[in-house]
């Protein structure tokens, strides 16, 4: 019992120290983000994105607006969003052929001789802003945290560098970027959101493949399609509470 309870003290002791740097986190973060937003308040909004890869035509337009937005560096791994292009075989269902040269930066070269029983789709990915997020729980300072509107982030006065975030992400969406040697990823593009922008991502879009979405607005157009559409979050199994939505998510995707 009394092991028990120097665990449990030891335990809550972690977690105070954690969610204390997390708060110190934030204060940075909202200094500089909806503070310059004055009608933004942070209790009304949940966001998340619907993607419809029926839509997604691999242009690459997301990956290029999304890096000239959030100065992401033009070094090969190093994307806050990407697009994969997935072959899928009737014949081998569970062994799909997945490509995505410099994250569809410049988009997919064609493709020669496929066979008529091969499924060609594409699929954008991106952080996911759990709702539990992996990266959060393991980072020893705080530094990756979830606001109070949904977004995780990143404060990169606070990261180490450590990669712990990176390895724990099940969605493989963050890296480290060499110039700070910080870890980096999607923000959802946080410093246009709170302005009442779309993400750069969004708005580059030529089919409207991807919607930014406000769970918590009422009148958010999401909440009809997510009653009409059968979509799926990436990887449900880890119980992450993630908050991307895939319309007709093929089962081969991973």
């Known amino acids: 019992m009394e092991q028990d309870r120097r665990e449990f003290l030891a335990d809550t002791g972690r977690w105070l120290l954690l969610t204390g740097a997390a708060a110190l986190a934030w204060d940075s973060v909202v200094a500089g983000e909806p503070e310059k937003a004055p009608n933004y308040r942070l209790t ?52 799909p052929t997945v490509d995505s040269p410099n994250g569809a930066y410049d988009g997919f070269p064609d493709l020669k001789n ?4 091969v499924k060609v789709f594409f699929v954008p990915k991106l952080c996911n802003h759990c709702s539990h997020s992996p990266c959060v729980q393991v980072c020893p300072v705080g530094a990756t945290f979830e606001s109070p509107d949904g977004v995780v982030l990143i404060d990169k006065s606070r990261c180490i560098g450590c990669r712990y ?39 580059a879009c030529p089919t409207g493949a991807r919607q930014l979405v406000d769970l918590k607005n009422p009148s958010d157009p999401v909440h009809l399609f997510l009653k009409t559409h059968a979509v799926h979050v990436l990887k449900p199994q880890m119980a992450t509470g993630a908050k991307v939505y895939y319309n007709a998510l093929d089962g081969a995707v991973r």
């Open 165 to 203: 975030c990176v390895q724990a992400c099940p969605y493989g969406c963050r890296f480290i970027d060499h110039r700070t040697m910080t870890a980096d990823k999607c923000t959802l593009c946080y410093h246009r959101i709170t302005r009442g922008l779309t993400t750069a991502c969004c708005e």
């Open 44 to 95: 009304d909004h949940w966001w998340g994105m619907v993607i419809d890869i029926e839509k997604c035509i691999g242009c690459g337009n997301c990956v290029r607006a999304c890096k000239a937005e959030n100065d992401v560096p033009l070094d090969e791994g190093s994307f806050r969003t990407w697009v994969e292009r997935y072959q899928v075989s009737s014949d081998d269902l569970d062994h």
């Open 114 to 117: 496929v066979d008529g029983n």
